[in-house]
């Protein structure tokens, strides 16, 4: 079975600063990786996602991400945040011979002026 | 193009009544994922559904709830006798026929309150 951690559960921000939003994993096979963001009452939208290649992921948003195979991480990265990043972001994992995500706790991010 | 449409978004239901969620996905997608989110979690899979089959419902608790995705109309998940912890936000996700990269696509959900 797979699991993510995701180390921080609120992480505050000025805007126009970088951000790193944490995401480690456990699998004893080989995975896919994701991450999610939800805004207020709404569904989950997919940013970016890791499934073989190059390590560095480019998503939607300005975000990016580096898979890290020795440390079983996937962190998301923004170079300069915006107000309305502010949300709940989600790491997800799954096997890459399966279909469940299994999903971090969440991070939420709060980007203030 | 339509995303993934859920209904009703916001369901209040007594304890021992019965709630049913509705799933549309989105078009020309056959494979049905639900989800639960609880209070300050993650999503945790549920069940897994193609037309007029459960692929895996390794997720579900093994009381009161079930799954259905029928040949013509959305797809049911059905909780009978709600509890308090029943109380949860409902994922459905969906995907294309034949993708190779699992990207699901999410509804927006429907929030459970039972009191």
């Known amino acids: 079975a797979q699991s993510v951690t995701q180390l921080d559960s609120q992480v505050p921000v000025f805007e126009e600063a970088p951000v790193e939003l944490r995401c480690n994993y456990s699998?004893?096979?080989?995975?896919?990786l994701f991450w999610y963001v939800q805004y207020p009452n709404q569904g989950l939208q997919l940013l970016l996602k890791?499934?073989?290649?190059?390590?560095l992921v480019k998503g939607i948003n300005g975000f990016e991400a580096e898979f890290n195979k020795s440390q079983t991480s996937f962190h998301l990265r923004k170079p300069s945040v915006h107000i309305s990043d502010t949300a709940e972001y989600f790491c997800?994992?799954?096997?890459?011979?399966?279909?469940?995500?299994?999903f971090g706790k969440g991070t939420s991010l709060l980007v203030t002026p | 193009n339509a995303g993934v449409m859920q209904n009703p978004r916001h369901l209040v239901r007594r304890r021992g009544q019965e709630a049913r969620l509705r799933c549309s996905p989105m078009?020309?997608?056959?494979?049905v994922y639900w989800y639960r989110q609880l209070p300050e979690e993650g999503l945790k899979f549920m069940v897994y559904?193609?037309?007029?089959?459960?692929?895996?419902e390794s997720g579900m608790p093994k009381e009161r709830f079930s799954a259905e995705f029928p040949k013509e109309g959305p797809s049911i998940l059905r909780i009978q006798q709600v509890v308090r912890g029943d109380s949860a936000a409902y994922f459905c996700?969906?995907?294309?026929?034949?993708?190779?990269?699992?990207?699901?696509?999410f509804g927006p959900g429907t929030r459970l309150t039972v009191t």
């Open positions: 996700a969906s995907s294309p026929v034949g993708t190779d990269s699992y990207e699901q696509y």
């Open positions: 699998s004893s096979v080989s995975v896919y």
């Open positions: 890791y499934l073989s290649g190059s390590t």
């Open positions: 997800a994992v799954s096997a890459n011979s399966g279909y469940a995500l299994n």
């Open positions: 078009k020309g997608h056959s494979h």
């Open positions: 559904l193609q037309k007029e089959n459960i692929i895996d």
